[in-house]
């Protein structure tokens, strides 16, 4: 069964692990090409896990790291987080800056001293070369995403602060001449060139879609949360669910329509902000 986290308006999709009986067919949704990746939820199991050393307790699922062929700017990972694990020093590099989005449970997150609780939906910015610890004091398995970049020095510039808070508590941007129907909630500030990723969540009522082939330099990596959509992606129709993940190289052209009957929802990251190095 599905397990989906949902607190308010907002819903997570949060199963993964487990091993697929004998008599299941092996034909899935999983694709990799040279402009795309899907990872399909059902793939997500207890065989493809892997240990960070850094960790007690704790099981991740890479998603994405830098490979020839496809994303290089950044990695992410779904972690697990057992009751009484975590980190008291989760970074082994220091020039690496880390976004933390939990999808269940509750995670304790240490930032220069300051301890913050995070629930669902709740998420932290964790500047490079920052001392910072996370840990699962509760009762029951926290999971979150786990974005990692090494940070892009801009002269003239200071490095970003920590950023801790809800997405619940920020006000979705509509896009233009869509009647709110295709919205972004940004989690960083875009303007502050200081940052050199964002971290989003789009939410498409049912029906709404993306009318364009968007072609651009940003990669992407994208989690869906909630819902499901046909996504373009190169050539290719696509059709995602709750629990997939697409990460996308520089220039993939992209679109969706968003099927319903729940809004189509999904974790978004970009690189931005930073001049083209040659």
Same mark, same amino acid.
């Given at each position: 069964m599905s397990k989906i986290q949902t607190r308010g308006d907002a819903s997570y999709y949060t199963n993964y692990g487990g091993h697929p009986p004998q008599t299941d067919l092996l034909t899935d949704r999983a694709i990799v090409t040279e402009a795309y990746t899907v990872i399909p939820r059902g793939v997500l199991r207890d065989i493809v896990t892997s240990v960070f050393p850094e960790w007690t307790g704790t099981r991740a699922w890479v998603l994405n790291r830098p490979v020839a062929g496809g994303s290089t700017t950044f990695a992410q990972s779904i972690v697990e987080v057992a009751p009484g694990g975590g980190s008291d020093h989760p970074e082994p590099q220091a020039e690496v800056q880390s976004f933390v989005f939990v999808v269940s449970g509750r995670l304790t997150v240490s930032i220069d001293g300051a301890v913050h609780t995070l629930e669902e939906g709740g998420f932290a910015y964790v500047p490079a070369g920052t001392a910072w610890?996370?840990?699962?004091?509760? %009762? =029951? @398995?926290?999971?979150?995403? $786990? *974005?990692? +970049?090494?940070?892009? %020095?801009? &002269?003239?510039? &200071?490095?970003?602060?920590?950023?801790?808070?809800?997405?619940? !508590? *920020?006000?979705?941007?509509?896009?233009?001449?869509?009647?709110? +129907? $295709?919205?972004? /909630?940004?989690? #960083? !500030?875009?303007? !502050? @060139?200081?940052? !050199?990723?964002? %971290?989003? *969540?789009?939410?498409? =009522?049912?029906?709404?879609? *993306?009318?364009?082939? =968007? /072609?651009?330099?940003?990669?992407?990596? #994208?989690y869906v949360l909630e819902g499901k959509a046909v996504y373009r992606l190169n050539a290719d129709w696509v059709e995602v669910e709750a629990g997939d993940y697409m990460s996308l190289r520089a220039f993939c052209p992209q679109a969706c329509y968003a099927g319903g009957p729940s809004n189509f929802r999904y974790l978004l990251y970009k690189d931005q902000n930073r001049q083209i190095a040659l």
């Open positions: 610890q996370a840990h699962n004091n509760g %009762v =029951e @398995v926290a999971t979150f995403h $786990w *974005i990692r +970049k090494r940070y892009e %020095v801009l &002269a003239g510039v &200071a490095a970003p602060a920590p950023v801790v808070g809800n997405e619940r !508590d *920020i006000e979705p941007g509509a896009m233009p001449e869509t009647e709110g +129907k $295709w919205r972004t /909630t940004r989690m #960083l !500030d875009p303007q !502050d @060139v200081a940052f !050199d990723f964002g %971290v989003n *969540i789009v939410t498409f =009522e049912p029906g709404a879609s *993306i009318p364009f082939a =968007e /072609t651009h330099v940003m990669e992407h990596g #994208l």
